[in-house]
């Protein structure tokens, strides 16, 4: 004898049903992109490809570098907002410009804190100043009197308005009391081609980007950010030795869009850092400068909102605008 089941009862298991949360065991399901701000080449598409080639044999799914320029970013990251919320659009970016820009532009399409979602921290990066070694500038202390004895005559590259290039040199001008014209270029690498070029006197980038340039000669490093040396670059000085207090750590992340499920970001995170911290993908950063990191959840949302606040105050001070 067959018993009939309340019609409340079928209503409440399908409504449970409903809101349980989205099963993550079948991600990815089709291919993945990866939206990097900024053209092939520049330390971000590096990590980004590193990252891409292990995380596609592990999800048995393409992963492919999208390289979305403009806006100084701003457009790919309105492009991550924007996309489908289930994890299969990924944006990698490094904390400048991510940051900065709703302070340096008047109109921003998004909002960093509420319209994207953190998914995992995956380097902390150490940037070099480079200058050109027709200069002749073989110090920081060089690299001041010359500023001093000419204001504006020296000049630096930068990945464009309001990228990190940009932002922390004018942090090295404020603390060093010097007058550099900017030059901003479309991307890292571009801007890079114009320091060895000898189109432009200096540049400060991702030591993942200059470390080659460096040992052969191409360019000369003065200076890295953070408070201790970086072993490829032994002649550099830290930042910090110089300036206490006025250096503020980089880094690098990855963030999806906002409504994702949270099930699907925890295993992007799982899954990222399991490539990211693998010896033979982690030896390869440290090799080129970075440090993997790792750090993921509210720990790293924490690390995003805190920064926002530091910019924004430095960049009210010092009445920096990119538009």
Do not use: C
Not at 86 to 114: A, E, M, N, R, W
Not at 132 to 152: C, D, F, H, M, Y
Not at 213 to 234: Q, R
């Amino acid at each position: 004898m067959h018993r009939t089941i309340p019609v409340l009862v079928v209503l409440s298991i399908l409504t449970a049903a409903a809101a349980a949360p989205v099963p993550a065991q079948d991600f990815p399901s089709k291919p993945v992109r990866l939206v990097v701000p900024f053209p092939p080449g520049g330390p971000l598409d590096i990590g980004g490809r590193l990252l891409g080639k292990d995380l596609q044999e592990l999800w048995k799914q393409p992963v492919i570098v999208e390289n979305r320029v403009g806006g100084s970013g701003t457009i790919a990251v309105n492009s991550v907002v924007k996309s489908a919320p289930d994890g299969h659009t990924l944006l990698v970016i490094s904390s400048t410009p991510l940051v900065t820009q709703p302070h340096l532009f008047q109109k921003v399409p998004y909002d960093v804190v509420k319209d994207l979602a953190p998914v995992i921290q995956t380097t902390l990066s150490t940037f070099a100043l480079l200058t050109n070694p027709k200069k002749g500038i073989t110090s920081v202390r060089e690299l001041v009197e010359q500023a001093r004895k000419a204001p504006g005559v020296l000049n630096y590259a930068s990945a464009g308005n309001g990228s990190g290039q940009h932002l922390l040199m004018e942090l090295f001008k404020s603390a060093a009391n010097v007058n550099l014209t900017h030059v901003p270029y479309k991307g890292a690498a571009p801007a890079l081609q114009g320091l060895i070029a000898g189109e432009v006197d200096m540049m400060l980038e991702v030591a993942v980007a200059v470390v080659p340039l460096v040992k052969s000669g191409k360019a000369h490093a003065l200076m890295v950010t953070g408070a201790s040396p970086l072993e490829p670059l032994p002649g550099a000085v830290p930042f910090d030795s110089l300036y206490p207090g006025l250096d503020i750590p980089t880094w690098h992340g990855i963030f999806t869009a906002p409504a994702t499920p949270r099930p699907v970001i925890e295993k992007l995170a799982q899954d990222i850092r399991q490539v990211l911290l693998s010896p033979a993908i982690s030896s390869r950063f440290r090799e080129l400068g970075i440090e993997p990191s790792g750090v993921s959840g509210a720990k790293f949302d924490a690390i995003v909102r805190q920064d926002y606040e530091r910019w924004g105050e430095i960049i009210r001070k010092n009445n920096l605008r990119a538009d």
